[in-house]
């Protein structure tokens, strides 16, 4: 049975720090790419960060270099995502997916998907 799941969203207050982890069993990351991916309401899904599973290189969106970190553990085939310096914009559904990337993560290269965990920075 393929699992693929996201955990470790909630409410923070502005300024504050959340991880998540992007866990799979079932499924395998060898040779792809895993990224994490939020979503607003009416507006389009957009690439947060990715990393590639094989060699560690690793995307940041503009919106959050320097606040977020990516990283993998192969030996619990878990990718985490730590936030720091939460801003009210960072407010998403975060998904994490997985799949490939060249310059920058689109979603339609992207194949199985989590179900998403919300985050809500308050002000």
């Known amino acids: 049975e393929v699992q693929f799941a996201e955990s470790g969203g909630g409410l923070v207050q502005s300024g504050g720090s959340l991880r998540l982890s992007c866990a799979a069993s079932?499924?395998?990351?060898?040779?792809?790419?895993i990224g994490w991916f939020r979503q607003v309401p009416g507006k389009e899904r957009e690439a947060v960060s990715c990393?590639?599973?094989?060699?560690?290189?690793?995307y940041y969106a503009a919106s959050v270099k320097g606040r977020f970190t990516i990283s993998s553990d192969h030996a619990k085939n878990t990718v985490y995502l730590q936030m720091n310096g939460l801003k009210p914009e960072d407010t998403a559904v975060y998904y994490c997916?997985?799949?490939?990337?060249?310059?920058?993560?689109?979603?339609?290269?992207?194949?199985?998907w989590g179900q998403g965990t919300q985050v809500t920075v308050s002000s």
């Open positions: 997916a997985r799949g490939s990337w060249y310059s920058q993560p689109d979603p339609l290269n992207f194949d199985f």
């Open positions: 079932g499924l395998p990351f060898d040779e792809y790419a």
């Open positions: 990393i590639s599973w094989n060699d560690g290189t690793t």
